[in-house]
């Protein structure tokens, strides 16, 4: 079994920063993805960044040149980068693992872009 949580959420003005942290605890070995998604109000939940085990990223156009994805593979940890956030990236933030099909999930971590 495998367990996620997220810190670093919070409240920011527009055009700050905030740095989300995710941590991975359990049964993890071999080649898997890490990702943020993120879900809005009446939103789906989509994909902000993900990254592989190899460090190769992808990351939604909307945050694109903004955001950055990171992971230290000794740590099982994952982490999000976010500068000149705009309100628009207000929504609840979750952290995930994927090995081959199978997904884990994270509490989720609230972020409000507000001034």
């Known amino acids: 079994q495998v367990q996620l949580v997220e810190s670093g959420g919070g409240l920011v003005q527009p055009g700050g920063s905030l740095r989300l942290a995710c941590a ?5 070995f071999g080649i898997y993805t890490m990702g943020w998604y993120r879900q809005a109000p009446g939103a789906q939940r989509d994909l902000v960044a993900g990254i592989t085990s190899g460090g190769y990223t992808n990351y939604a156009d909307s945050v694109k040149g903004r ?6 593979n000794a740590k099982n940890m994952v982490y999000l980068q ?3 956030l705009k309100p628009e990236d207000t929504a609840v933030y979750y952290c995930n693992l994927r090995i081959r099909t199978r ?13």
């Open 24 to 28: 991975a605890s359990g049964s993890i």
């Open 67 to 72: 955001f950055t994805i990171s992971r230290d």
């Open 103 to 115: 997904n884990y999930w994270g509490q989720g971590t609230q972020v409000t872009v507000s001034s």
């Open 82 to 84: 976010m500068n000149s």
